[in-house]
C-alpha cells in the first residue's frame, strides 16, 4: 500500500493511506516499549488524526512484527513514572489511553508479537483488535512493581469479564492469539503476512460507512461505561447534530438580528 509519511518523529513513525492513519512504535530493539518521548509522540500524532478530516479510521501498531508494545521502557522507570529528558517522571500512556477511546474515529490495534504491560492495555483501549498468529498477550504489573487500575483493569474487565481479567492480572501469564479470542479479547487472528491486508480491508469497511454513525456509536459505547465524561461525549455529539438543524440557528439568528426566536415552525415531534 503507497503509505505516505504525515510527520518525522524519533520513536514512532506516522503515516496516511486513503484515510487512514497508521501511527506505529519505532523502538523494536525493545520490543516497543515506550518512553515519555513515545508517549508524548503518539499524543501528537493523535491530535492530528483528530484535526485531519481526511482521516476516518486510525491503526496503532508496532515496528518489526515481534512487537505491539512491551509497556513502559523499565530502563527510564524511575522515582515517581517514566522519565524523560527533562528529567520529570511522567506516567503521560493514561492521557493517550483517554485520547484513543475519546476520538471520534475506530481506532484499530493491529497486533503482531507482545502485547504487554502498559502495551496490552493500549490494545484493550481500542475500539477493534486484530492479532497475527504471532501474538502473545498478558499483563505484567505485579511481577514489575506496577498495576493500572484504570482502563486497563476496569475497562479489560467489560471486555473479557471479571473473573478473567483478575486471572490476567494476578498471574501475569501470557496468552497466545486463539486463547486471546476465544476470550473476547481480540476480534479475528489472522497469519502474520496477512496483518497489513486485514486492517486496510476493515478500515475500508468502516470508512465506507456513515462517519456520524460510527461517531454517535463510539460515543454511545463510552458513556455507558464512562460517566459523567462519557455523558459529556455523547451529549458534545447531540449538541453537534443540534447545532446543524434549522431550530438550533433560529436561536443564535434571533440573537444576532436582536428580535425574538419563533420556534412555532420547527417540529415537535411525539
Ligand atoms: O503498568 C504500567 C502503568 C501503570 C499505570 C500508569 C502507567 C503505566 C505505564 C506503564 C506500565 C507498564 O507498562 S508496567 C509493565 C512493563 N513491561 C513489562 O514488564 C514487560 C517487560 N518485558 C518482558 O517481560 C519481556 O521482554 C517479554 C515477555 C515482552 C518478551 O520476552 P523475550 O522474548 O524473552 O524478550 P526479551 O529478551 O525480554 O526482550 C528483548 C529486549 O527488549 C531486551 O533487551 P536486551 O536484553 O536485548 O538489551 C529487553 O530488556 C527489552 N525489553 C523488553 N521489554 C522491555 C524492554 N526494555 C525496557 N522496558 C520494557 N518494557
Avoid at 68 to 81: I, K
Avoid at 130 to 138: C, K, L, P, S, T
Avoid at 175 to 200: F, H
Wanted: hydrophobic share 40%.
Amino acid at each position: 500500500y503507497p503509505w505516505q509519511p504525515i510527520k518525522e518523529y524519533k520513536e514512532i513513525l506516522f503515516h496516511k493511506y486513503d484515510g487512514i492513519a497508521r501511527i506505529s512504535i519505532n523502538r523494536p530493539q525493545v520490543h516497543n516499549a515506550f518512553t515519555p518521548l513515545t508517549v508524548q509522540e503518539m499524543i501528537d500524532a493523535m491530535n492530528i488524526c483528530r484535526e485531519d478530516m481526511d482521516i476516518r479510521v486510525i491503526i496503532l501498531t508496532g515496528e518489526g512484527g515481534k512487537a505491539f508494545c512491551s509497556g513502559g521502557d523499565q530502563s527510564v522507570r524511575g522515582h515517581g513514572g517514566y522519565v524523560g529528558q527533562d528529567a520529570t517522571p511522567r506516567l503521560n500512556v493514561l492521557d493517550l489511553q483517554k485520547m484513543i477511546r475519546s476520538i471520534p474515529k475506530p481506532v484499530v490495534a493491529a497486533v503482531a508479537g507482545w502485547a504487554i504491560g502498559g502495551g496490552h492495555v493500549l490494545h484493550v483501549v481500542c475500539d477493534l483488535s486484530i492479532a497475527a498468529e504471532n501474538a502473545r498477550f498478558g499483563q505484567t504489573g505485579p511481577k514489575v512493581g506496577s498495576f493500572d487500575g484504570g482502563f486497563g483493569a476496569s475497562y479489560l474487565a467489560r471486555v473479557v469479564g471479571q473473573k478473567k481479567a483478575r486471572e490476567i492480572w494476578y498471574l501475569c501469564d501470557q496468552y497466545d492469539a486463539q486463547e486471546a479470542l476465544d476470550m473476547g479479547l481480540v476480534n479475528k487472528v489472522v497469519p502474520l503476512e496477512m496483518l497489513e491486508e486485514t486492517y486496510v480491508a476493515w478500515a475500508k469497511k468502516m470508512i465506507a460507512k456513515s462517519p456520524i454513525a460510527l461517531r454517535m456509536l463510539k460515543s454511545s459505547f463510552n458513556a455507558e461505561l464512562d460517566g459523567q465524561a462519557g455523558i459529556q461525549e455523547l451529549a458534545g455529539n447531540a449538541t453537534l447534530l443540534y447545532y446543524l438543524s434549522e431550530e438550533a440557528k433560529e436561536g443564535k439568528n434571533a440573537f444576532l438580528e436582536k428580535r425574538d426566536p419563533d420556534w412555532s415552525k420547527y417540529p415537535k415531534f411525539p
